[in-house]
């Protein structure tokens, strides 16, 4: 990492949240205007990244002497945030003289967040000079995820003729495996279960990722022994041996890899001694774990839903103190809910446009005739054959639009738009592919009166490509909504079906008050990396237009 990057993340307060991600940024330009009719420019890109509504350097390339079309051999490594709204500037200069920036021809500029060029893995738009384009001069930055190896490996593990070391029964022998770190100490990867009373022992396949395995490093020592298993605790020691990652997954000519399981002690009294039993490895199974960034580079859209709690409860919207009250300066607390999830989300969705429900609110059934009914599940624009409204301006304007055509009622019932969403969300999972992740955002001001149901949807949701996001406005004590955010335990359906996967987020606004909007996004979406990876990781489905990577081999025991 780079001075100037080290300097600027400081500033920047890069270094606060534990960064998972690294995206490397390539730049290329084409069409810059010459300085004069005998020369071209010297271009220079300058990286900055905006913090508290300042541009602050992040990182520059090197400067290209006399090309009007460069490619920059430089890239520049940041850190990816998906819950944050990361704006980047990069500035292109012409730099003509030993004196760097302060004496350069400044070239054009152009403006993005580092979402918009992840999701299209390559960004080009025109450089903009005074708010105009600069002729036909554009810009061109690729992305590339940096990351660790997130691979797991399968192993499964036999032997054959272990000592037997009970008096009245075969020995019941379990297999532990330790890495060898670099100060010598070992640490315990795995512990089969135990066979019992059996000499020649099968045990279970099981998972592991490359990092626990060695560190990344196939090279790494692998230190696996063999005990006899006794119920008092003091397990009495078969053998060991050595090996490596590299070992385990290399050519073995068509047959399984076997050590001999020695006894340091025997071989060192037995003249004759050979072993103290064999073990085979019978399963070395490599399996790609796709990050986040896998599949949104692969060409997965974040489909983003909002839904609205037009319940009594939240006051007359006529009323200053009605939750629903829009002010001309101060916009209420759903509209900056709306905005701070939505601005993030609207990056990763290509045709920017988002449905928008209501729900609690009593409406005509046509719009038009004068009997009202209570709907939990309406659309927010009205048109109930296209919900959808054009980017997070077109669902404010709908929300601010609907308030006087409709009468707040109740109750407040949330199942209904979960299971509308989770139907859009079953036709993506029948395709098998990574093309559509739903997010469903549930904007409510109370505790919710249809706990069971939507503890049943839930459970449904949380086995399809879907998301909820739950933020609590106003107030209210929303103690018992907590039991929907997995986090302090499974949550169950009546019927006690646990939910496949965490999949709901639930924060009250109030906790961010007086925090910026930036910090409720953070909050709510910092999960959703995870969840989507957990999904399609979890179905085995790889990301589009990506190249497949699993290797695998396979033996009897």
Not at 363 to 378: A, E, Y
Not at 464 to 493: C, E, H, K, T, Y
Request: with cysteine; hydrophobic share 35%.
């Amino acid at each position: 990492m780079s001075n100037i990057y080290e300097s600027a993340a400081t500033t920047l307060d890069l270094f606060n949240t534990p960064c998972l991600t690294k995206v490397e940024l390539r730049v290329a330009c084409r069409s810059l205007s010459d300085r004069d009719a005998l020369s071209k420019p010297d271009p220079c890109v300058v990286l900055k990244m905006q913090s508290h509504g300042q541009w602050f350097e992040v990182d520059r390339t090197e400067i290209i002497r006399s090309s009007s079309s460069p490619v920059f051999s430089k890239v520049f490594t940041v850190d990816f945030y998906f819950e944050e709204v990361q704006r980047l500037r990069f500035e292109l200069h012409d730099i003509s003289s030993h004196n760097g920036l302060k004496d350069a021809d400044f070239l054009g500029a152009m403006e993005c967040t580092l979402g918009q060029i992840v999701s299209q893995r390559k960004l080009s738009k025109a450089l903009l000079k005074q708010g105009n384009t600069a002729g036909k001069s554009s810009i061109t930055v690729t992305a590339e995820e940096l990351s660790g190896n997130n691979d797991y490996v399968e192993l499964a593990f036999s032997a054959r003729k272990l000592d037997d070391k009970d008096f009245f029964s075969k020995s019941d022998p379990f297999l532990e495996i330790f890495r060898i770190n670099d100060d010598g100490s070992g640490s315990l990867v795995h512990r089969t279960e135990t066979i019992m009373n059996n000499l020649s022992p099968v045990w279970k396949s099981f998972k592991v990722s490359l990092n626990t395995l060695c560190s990344g490093d196939e090279d790494r020592q692998l230190k696996c022994t063999v005990y006899d298993w006794d119920s008092n605790g003091k397990h009495d020691f078969i053998g060991e041996f050595q090996t490596t990652f590299r070992e385990m997954k290399g050519d073995m000519d068509g047959r399984p890899l076997t050590w001999d399981c020695i006894n340091p002690k025997y071989q060192m009294k037995k003249k004759n001694y050979r072993n103290s039993g064999t073990v085979t490895l019978y399963l070395c199974k490599i399996i790609k774990m796709h990050s986040f960034l896998d599949y949104i580079m692969g060409g997965c859209q974040i489909q983003f839903t909002v839904a609205i709690d037009f319940t009594a409860s939240n006051g007359d919207p006529r009323n200053s103190c009605s939750l629903h009250y829009i002010h001309p300066y101060q916009p209420n607390e759903y509209l900056k809910a709306l905005v701070a999830v939505g601005e993030i989300c609207q990056d990763y969705d290509s045709d920017k446009m988002f449905p928008a429900f209501g729900f609690g609110a009593q409406i005509p059934p046509d719009f038009k005739s004068c009997v009202f009914q209570v709907s939990h599940d309406f659309a927010v624009n009205f048109d109930e054959d296209n919900p959808e409204c054009a980017g997070i301006q077109g669902v404010l304007e709908a929300y601010q639009n609907c308030l006087p055509k409709i009468q707040l009622y109740g109750p407040t019932n949330i199942a209904p738009i979960i299971m509308k969403v989770a139907n859009a969300a079953s036709e993506e999972m029948h395709t098998k592919e990574a093309m559509e992740y739903f997010i469903l955002l549930i904007l409510t001001d109370g505790v919710i009166t249809d706990m069971a149901d939507t503890r049943e949807a839930i459970v449904h949701a949380s086995h399809l490509p879907m998301s909820v996001i739950i933020v609590g406005i106003g107030n209210a004590d929303f103690s018992d909504m907590q039991m929907l955010d997995g986090d302090d335990g499974i949550l169950r359906s009546p019927k006690g079906e646990p939910v496949l996967r965490d999949i709901v987020q639930f924060v009250p606004f109030h906790n961010f008050k007086h925090a910026s909007p930036a910090a409720l996004a953070k909050s709510v979406l910092a999960e959703v990396p995870n969840q989507v990876v957990d999904y399609y990781n979890g179905k085995s489905i790889k990301p589009k237009c990506m190249s497949d990577y699993e290797s695998s081999r396979a033996f009897s025991p």
